[in-house]
């Protein structure tokens, strides 16, 4: 293998953009879904619901445990006068405990929870379980690609039929008659969306194995007495990670996109579990009145698979560059 | 040749038995069924053992499985369970619809994708290429609920200028001729232009790819050499040999015609495949689910096959 150049700015802008943005996303869903409030925090869901992005509210907490969002707060000597939507509202000061201004970024849904939490914590959920399908998909594939490529024969034409007639059906109805029959937790919809995926692995490894097959590196390995397992492991797999790594890039923006359509259909992600496709299917009948509940997880979602495409093409280049060097 | 297309439908044959037969397994392996969403505390035992002796569950699954196959091949796939007839008159009523939506849809798809990448091209790695390959990443990119529901708050309550939901209003279900035809065409722009754009992208980026190839090729040189305009060169030299690929991705789009954007069919309540097979995986209906399986799977198998055999008449490198 060719080392790329060392020189500073050798990587394409695209690979470098896409992986920023695909970091930044892991590191703000990750931490930021520690930091954020409670996804699930409902403050006050007659004053504080539907709010549009950018908005800031008083929170004030009473005595007894309740919430209150207020515009503005004024205290005239023992009475607090909160103006709460739109009418002014006057409360002892023996009765109020606490006083925060709070800002929704991104504004509140119907109950009064925060967007920017739940845009958070779902991405979490959406990103965690894109990478585990794929992980999920990638294991299968790769095997069953490495089987059916390196013992040839019988074994070959089984698999491939398997896999032909698996790519035969309709993904969306397979996912579709899978998330019917196995009724959707997160467990189960990692293994829909992997079981929906890996054929394309499957295929691809394949056929790196066949062209490596051939090569002579195999063929010494093999004369010097090395295992077939050490050849998988140690000869073929090396030699096939550039292709499968740059086709695994684009899977993960589209089992991203997949596990989105799928928790937009209700067969994915259950709520309260915020994630993107769910929030935009409780969104949508509030389309007129509340567009961000629905365009901000969207755009997430895009967001998401354009950075992943922009690698995958940014690796592609890379690719194209060594055969072109060689 | 004829040879080459009988094993072609012998093979194609065989795939839609063992997608049926691996969807019936699934089916009727699934914990759980019909009886168990008509889920009431109250229904007795024995009731519900009735419920699934008339829905026929409480046979063996082999049995279950050879007398829907053996109905199955006479095409007689059954009673829906969710619409109280035969899975065959849902489908029948449902795929028109679809292949009316995802045509037009399909259409645009790929002389929208088609267009894009030729004036992409009119001046490679430039600003206008530039703009569009990231506008057609974009789109790539966007879910395809996102891309309908935008449409919907913009083109239907924004700007209220098309219907939001159905394939006709309720003055057109009672007309006939031409009003009829136009508000049925009203209803199809917005799911048709939501295909359009979800697909676009994808088929602009991979035309790009392979008419720069077929751009730095020789006879297209040849041509320029000739006096052929750069326009006549890309137009009429190098976009029919990077259509060629295309017809693959048009035949694995076949299937796409029968099974439908099922998204953008929920979306805009269009009464077609998707939404039908949507209905059916909710209400875990079991026969239409697997009707409509197989007859997808069945699309997909001649998909491929009639995209073989167009690459064949089109490429005449190409020998069966």
Known sequence: MKRLPARAGALPLRLQLGTLVLALLAIVCTIGSLLSPDPA?????????????????????????????????????????????????????????????????????????????????????????????????????????????????????????????????????????????????????????????????????????????????????????????????????????????????????????????????????????????????????????????????????????????????????????????? | MLRWLLRRIGAGLVMVWLVATATFALVSAAPGDITQRLNDVRTPPAARERWRRDFGLDRPWGVRYISWLGDAVTGDLGYSWLHHRKVAGVLAQAIPNTILLAGLGLLLEIAGGITLAVVQLRRPHGKGDRAITLLSLTAYALPPFVVGLGLLYLLAFRFPLFPPSHMLSVAGETQHGLPRLLDLLHHLVLPVVAIGIAGMGGVARYLRGSLLDEKGQQYVL?????????????????????????????????????????????????PGMGQTMYDAALARDVPLLL??????????????????LAYAIADPRVRL
């Open chain 1, 41 to 326: 925090e409902i403050v006050d869901p007659r004053a504080a619901a539907l709010l549009p992005p950018a908005s800031q509210r008083w929170i004030v907490t009473l005595r007894d445990g309740t919430r209150l969002a207020a515009e503005a707060v004024r205290r005239d000597e023992d009475r607090w006068t909160i103006l709460r939507r739109g009418g002014d509202q006057s409360l002892p000061a023996s009765e109020v405990a606490g006083l925060e201004l709070r800002q929704f970024w991104l504004g509140t849904d119907t109950l009064g929870r925060d967007v920017l939490a739940r845009l958070v914590h779902g991405g979490r959920i959406s990103l965690t379980v894109g990478v585990f399908s794929l992980l999920a998909a990638l294991l299968l594939g790769i095997g069953v690609g490495m089987a059916s490529g390196w013992l040839g024969g019988w074994v070959d034409s089984v698999l491939m039929r398997l896999v032909d007639g698996l790519m035969a059906v309709p993904m969306l109805f397979l996912l579709l008659l899978l998330a019917a029959v196995f009724r959707p937790s997160l467990g189960t919809l990692v293994g829909v969306l992997a079981f929906s995926s890996w054929m394309g692995v499957a295929r691809l490894t394949r056929g790196q194995v066949l062209s490596l097959k051939q090569r002579e590196f195999v063929l010494g390995a093999r004369a010097i007495g090395a295992s077939s397992w050490r050849i998988a492991w140690h000869h073929l797999l090396p030699n096939a990670v550039t292709p499968l790594s740059q086709d695994a890039v684009l899977r993960l923006g589209d089992l991203i996109l997949a596990e989105a359509s799928l928790s937009f259909l209700g067969l994915g992600v259950q709520p309260p579990v915020p994630s993107w496709g769910n929030m935009v299917a409780e969104g949508q009948t509030l389309l007129v009145e509340a567009w961000w509940l629905t365009f901000i997880p969207g755009l997430a979602v895009a967001v998401t698979v354009v950075a992943a495409a922009l690698v995958a093409d940014g690796m592609q280049e890379i690719a194209r560059r060594l055969d072109a060097g060689r």
């Open chain 2, 222 to 270: 040849a041509a320029r050499a000739r006096g052929a305009s750069e326009r006549r060169a890309l137009i009429s030299h190098a976009l029919p040999n990077a259509l060629l690929p295309l017809i693959t991705m048009v035949g694995m789009s076949l299937p796409f015609l029968v099974s439908g954007s099922l998204v953008i069919e929920v979306v805009f309540s269009w």
């Open chain 2, 291 to 308: 009707g409509g399986t197989v007859l997808a799977t069945i699309a997909v198998v001649a998909g491929n096959l009639l995209a073989d």
